[in-house]
């Protein structure tokens, strides 16, 4: 139980164009779904939260108009880069939180290149 | 605010042999404590996690970990290193409330390398 997938696996995308990223919880519903950043060989740094039905809430320094998240539904949550740049090539990961737990189930990440 | 430290952004072990990841946290409130696991171009999986209870918890894949509030710590353990270990490791902390409430703090990882 608990899997949560994201797609696509990987993108190319060309500078200036928008890339979506969706994240889905397959078995359960999430309430609560997070949007984290990977630089290579860093550690994962939180950039939004965004609840069911609710504006997504970003966390310091990260541009909510340029990270457009959605989470229409409990089982999908969306992010989208708008106007890439080559500096936005990260890996990205998705989590997704069941109410009333805490543990934080993972997508198997988006690498995103912009080129 | 909550924190985590990491001691060691590198372990090298040989394969049968004792695995010891450090990790220590800052919490001004009772934390929840995770270890997740992440191989490489993969996302994170849960090892184990310490919310309330015994604090001796046992994980996935013969890991364990022990909270020890009067030293802040929360180090990882696996009697044999087994070649399949050899991934990057996460030691994560989160509240029961407050702004924080739910959100993940990580550490910066640690490398396990198993040496045959």
Redesign the interface.
């Known amino acids: 139980g608990a899997v949560?997938s994201?797609h696509p696996s990987w993108v190319i995308c060309k500078s200036g164009t928008s890339v979506k990223i969706e994240c889905r919880s397959l078995d359960f519903q999430a309430t609560?779904m997070?949007w984290y950043r990977q630089f290579p060989k860093?550690?994962?740094m939180?950039m939004a939260?965004s609840n069911e039905g609710s504006k997504a809430t970003y966390e310091q320094g990260v541009e909510k108009d340029k990270f457009l998240i959605n989470h229409a539904s409990l089982t999908l949550s969306t992010l989208t880069v708008t106007s890439a740049h080559p500096e936005d090539s990260s890996?990205y990961?998705c989590?997704a939180?069941a109410g009333g737990v805490?543990?934080?189930?993972?997508?198997?990440?988006t690498?995103l290149t912009v080129t | 605010a909550q924190s985590v430290t990491q001691l060691g952004s590198h372990v090298s072990v040989s394969e049968g042999a004792l695995v010891l990841l450090r990790c220590n946290y800052s919490s001004s409130v009772p934390p929840?404590l995770?270890w997740?696991v992440q191989y490489p171009?993969?996302?994170?999986?849960?090892l184990l996690?310490y919310?309330t209870g015994a604090t001796l918890v046992k994980g996935i894949n013969g890991f364990e970990a022990e909270f020890k509030k009067s030293e802040t710590s929360f180090h990882l353990t696996k009697p044999s290193a087994h070649m399949s270990d050899a991934a990057e490791y996460?030691c994560a902390v989160?509240v029961?409330g407050g702004t924080s409430y739910?959100?993940?703090t990580?550490?910066?990882?640690t490398i396990l390398t198993v040496h045959p």
């Open positions: 949560v994201q609560t997070f860093q550690s994962l939180l939260t890996f990961i989590s939180r805490y543990e934080q189930y993972f997508g198997p990440g690498r | 929840y995770f997740y171009n993969q996302g994170l999986q849960l996690k919310t996460f989160t029961a739910g959100k993940l990580f550490g910066q990882g």
